[in-house]
């Protein structure tokens, strides 16, 4: 069964700064996704940003991109300008590319970002 | 084009009752998936519906289940509750669940036992 990992309960980062949230992950696959996504106390869970196993580069979506390593099997989201807004649980999710359990996500225990003046 | 709606937003039930929450995904979409999220456990996969079957199951008991109707909305149904089972409860919507864009959350259930 595949695990993720997020190492870091906390983080906390001023505004305009740069942060990197951790994430590493198990699994015997070598294709399958990997993802981002934001909590806000709203609750509702927002894709950040999303990766293709295969693909090697690198994914960003503005001022989020990602460092993937797949051989050290990493996953870590970097936040550059960091807003106010940022301020959320982030979860690193894994979903396998089998057709049999491709719908399912597995997450990592979320880190909390603080973001302060 | 509107989100995932998923009702009540808040619930408060007592040991023993059932309920039923209701997930309408996005227009289109065909696969919806169900999350419990609690704080020691964390997120966990609870199933997927697709075209009104059960594709995939998480490993909860089967108290919980759940359903899909013609129009895609999905409702799950717990029995038999248990303290345990306060938790917020997310539902995912997206086309059909294997494309790669990931999915789309509603605002959860806040489902409360007492």
């Known amino acids: 069964a595949q695990t993720v990992t997020q190492s870091q309960p906390e983080m906390s980062v001023q505004e305009a700064e740069t942060v990197t949230l951790s994430c590493t992950y198990d699994?015997?696959?070598?294709?399958?996704?990997l993802f981002w996504y934001k909590q806000p106390p709203s609750r509702q869970m927002i894709l950040v940003i999303r990766q293709e196993a295969y693909k090697q580069q690198n994914a960003t979506e503005n001022r989020f991109s990602v460092n993937f390593q797949k051989a050290a099997k990493s996953f870590s989201l970097k936040i550059s300008d960091s807003q106010l807004g940022d301020a959320a649980m982030y979860f690193c999710a894994y979903r396998s590319s089998d057709t049999g359990t491709a719908s399912k996500l597995t997450f990592g225990t979320g880190t909390r970002l603080q973001v302060t003046l | 084009k509107a989100g995932v709606t998923q009702t009540p937003r808040y619930l408060i039930k007592t040991r023993g009752q059932q309920v039923t929450l209701s997930c309408s995904p996005i227009s289109g979409h065909r696969s919806v998936s169900w999350y419990q999220q609690t704080p020691g456990q964390g997120l966990q996969f609870l199933f997927e519906y697709f075209s009104e079957t059960q594709r995939n199951k998480g490993n909860f008991p089967g108290r919980f289940s759940g359903r899909q109707f013609s129009n895609s909305r999905s409702e799950m149904n717990v029995s038999t509750l248990e303290l345990g089972d306060s938790a917020l409860y997310l539902c995912?919507?997206?086309?059909?669940?294997?494309?790669?864009?990931?999915?789309?959350f509603g605002s959860g259930t806040r489902l409360t036992v007492v």
């Open positions: 995912a919507s997206s086309l059909d669940g294997r494309t790669f864009y990931g999915y789309t």
């Open positions: 699994t015997s696959e070598s294709d399958y996704y």
